[in-house]
């Protein structure tokens, strides 16, 4: 038996020579079988052709050249500007219809009012004068609301004094 402070030998192959790496030898052997070294072979831009394997076989290509368009085309894009703010009044309701029916039907004196009222409040808005045409408005809605309690209240009166006259 060794002893274990022994060390084996390096291996080295028989026939390495010295001072040469590992795998130097295999560079060396390459360099030897081709001095010219290792060479791709590249496509040509005319077609399919290698040159470097020996068959010399050249092939067209078969798609026509590409057609340039020579039209341009210019594109413009907009971003949406800010712009002044506009806040829309619209007209008030005139209550015209209701000031009529309520003439008609229930009190002809305060209906009356309330149809003038609703006229003012109509020529108001024509004339782009909200402001006013809205006090107009409210004052008709007033004078319709005073013609139906009168109405109302004139007819049970009616009412009252037909049923005491017959008793």
């Known amino acids: 038996m060794a002893s274990s402070s022994e060390q084996p030998p390096p291996y080295s192959p028989s026939n390495q020579q010295q001072g040469q790496q590992p795998g130097q030898q ?3 052997q390459f360099v030897q079988q081709n001095p010219q070294g290792f060479v791709q072979a590249q496509p040509s831009k005319e077609g399919f052709s290698d040159i470097y394997s020996g068959y ?17 085309t210019n594109v413009v894009v907009c971003q949406p500007q800010a712009g002044p703010t506009l806040i829309i009044n619209p007209a008030p309701y005139s209550y015209m219809t209701p000031a009529i029916l309520t003439c008609l039907f229930c009190c002809w004196i305060t209906g009356i009012g309330a149809i ?23 004052i008709a809605r007033i004078l319709i609301l005073v013609t139906i309690c009168c109405g109302i209240g ?14």
């Open 56 to 72: 010399g076989y050249t092939q067209q290509s078969q798609m026509p050249p590409p057609i340039m368009n020579t039209t341009t």
């Open 154 to 167: 004139g007819y049970i009166i009616l009412l009252a004094v037909s049923v005491a006259g017959h008793g």
């Open 26 to 28: 295999y560079i060396h």
């Open 116 to 138: 003038i009222a609703a006229s003012m409040s109509q020529s108001q808005a024509s004339e782009m004068k909200y402001d006013e045409a809205r006090k107009s408005s409210k």
